[in-house]
């Protein structure tokens, strides 16, 4: 292993740039036939595993044999937080951590009142644009 060659072309003085915000490119992880969109993400041929976003190997099993699938809209509230503080966003606004039907937990922006929000509440993926986000079944109901 060389180790200078694994480093790359850093050298002292370098400095890496901070990360100002993560962003995904519009549209980015829909995708589905039909009407409906839906996030996409993967599942491994050889022991069945389903992931959030795709995948080059599987997470489980490493194998390579991925196919990409629309993941279910309905999923439940695992955990979520507020974020107050932001240079790049608007706040306050959530995330969260939502546990889809068929299993798979995604990192996902929430609307709706977060001071509403309730642990292993029922949740819809909502698609505006090429914006995506989770949001109370009920709420979504009203909208
Ligand atoms: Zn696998």
Redesign the pocket.
């Known amino acids: 292993m060389d180790i200078d060659k694994d480093l790359g072309a850093r050298k002292p003085g370098d400095h890496l740039q901070p990360v100002t915000d993560i962003r995904m490119e519009p549209g980015e992880h829909l995708g589905g036939a039909g009407g409906e969109r839906l996030l996409q993400g993967s599942e ?1 041929a ?2 069945g ?1 389903k992931a959030f976003p795709t995948r080059a190997f ?1 997470p ?2 490493g ?1 390579r044999d991925l196919v990409t699938i629309s993941l279910p809209a309905e999923g439940t509230l695992y955990s979520y937080s507020v974020v107050h503080v932001s240079s790049s966003r608007a706040t306050p606004y959530a995330i969260g951590y939502v546990d889809l039907a068929n299993g798979v937990r995604v990192l996902a922006g929430l609307r709706g009142d977060s001071t509403q929000f309730r642990l292993d509440e029922a949740v819809r993926l909502v698609v505006d644009g090429d914006e995506w986000s989770f949001a109370p079944e009920l709420e979504n109901g009203d909208a």
């Open positions: 491994c050889s022991c595993e599987c489980a099993c194998g």
